[in-house]
């Protein structure tokens, strides 16, 4: 540590409580201390979440590096509160700051579903360009996307479930 995470915006970088005590996060004998600081800090569902997704190590938002693993929506005592929508809603970064305050955003989940949505479109084209016209991750983008899945996608999928099939039965032999 402690580099700053991305999703805080840098006129707050001042605000988190961890700043400047960087030595109390990197050793489970500070754990305590270092708890009792991310307790009453404004970004630790961000952080708890930027910090699984970097595999860091050391205590991030109250978490040794071995206790991360459970979803961030496990945490206690982090009260969200809905956000009143501001001209920068629909962005990624006003989604992330929104998170980093604990806040929720229709307008923000709205825009950053349709974000998702548009971008399995193009992966899902993507898959399909391949010279096999599809794959097994074609056939997962066609569910997600709720589109039936085609042929080539199909094929690829149930190619990957015969495979599986084959492992589970040379190891249960
Ligand atoms: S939750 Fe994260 S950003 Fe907040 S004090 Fe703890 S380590 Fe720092
Ligand atoms: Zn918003
Ligand atoms: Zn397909």
Do not use: N
């Not at 600081?37 to 040794?64: K, L, M, S, V």
């Not at 548009?118 to 066609?142: N, T, V």
């Not at 085609?150 to 040379?170: G, L």
């Amino acid at each position: 540590m402690l580099t700053l995470p991305d999703f805080i915006p840098p006129t707050t970088a001042g605000l988190l409580p961890c700043v400047g005590q960087a030595t109390l996060f990197d050793t489970p004998d500070t754990l305590d201390q270092a708890q009792a600081i991310c307790h009453t800090c404004p970004a630790r569902t961000a952080c708890d979440t930027w910090a699984t997704e970097q595999q860091e190590w050391g205590t991030w938002a109250g978490r040794t590096d071995d206790q991360r693993g459970t979803p961030h929506t496990e945490l206690p005592d982090t009260p969200t509160l809905p956000a009143e929508p501001g001209p920068d809603c629909g962005t990624e970064a006003q989604r992330r700051r929104h998170i980093a305050y604990q806040e929720t955003c229709e307008v923000c989940d709205v825009a950053r579903a349709e974000r998702v949505r548009a971008r399995r479109i193009r992966d899902l084209d993507a898959q399909h360009a391949l010279p096999a016209a599809g794959s097994r991750w074609g056939y997962r983008l066609h569910a997600l996307l709720g589109i039936p899945s085609c042929p080539p996608c199909r094929a690829a999928h149930s190619q990957e479930v015969t495979q599986v099939k084959r492992r589970t039965s040379v190891l249960a032999a």
